[in-house]
């Protein structure tokens, strides 16, 4: 029932700048937290950032400081605001609702849609 697409991504320049949206459908903002997470290729999907249904932000520590997210209730509308960009912050970013855990890595209530890509170079 839940439907989830991301947006956003692109290309930058290490302490460049990128803003992620995620829009969407059969959730409600106001009762569920929502959560950034990112893959790389041959690696596992890590924790990006949580915001509960309150509205308080999780960030992992390798973001901390430089990414910020938010969100629209109104518009169910997620964001990620990317800056300080390093080359590691390169993989494929997804938006999910994460399932009794606010951090966990493995129980999420949506599906996993495609994803928004982020490349970051020198």
């Known amino acids: 029932q839940v439907q989830l697409v991301e947006s956003g991504g692109g290309s930058m320049q290490t302490g460049g700048s990128l803003r992620l949206s995620c829009a969407a459908s059969?959730?409600?903002?106001?009762?569920?937290?929502m959560g950034w997470y990112r893959q790389a290729p041959g690696k596992q999907r890590e924790l990006v950032a949580v915001?509960?249904?309150?509205?308080?932000?999780i960030y992992a520590d390798s973001v901390k400081g430089r990414f910020t997210i938010s969100k629209d209730n109104a518009k169910s509308t997620l964001y990620l605001q990317m800056d300080n960009l390093y080359r590691e912050d390169t993989p494929v970013y997804y938006c999910?609702?994460?399932?009794?855990?606010?951090?966990?890595?493995?129980?999420?209530?949506?599906?996993w849609g495609q994803g928004t890509q982020v490349t970051v170079s020198s």
């Open positions: 999910n609702t994460p399932r009794g855990q606010f951090r966990t890595t493995t129980n999420f209530v949506g599906p």
């Open positions: 059969g959730i409600s903002f106001t009762m569920h937290a």
């Open positions: 915001i509960t249904s309150e509205g308080r932000a």
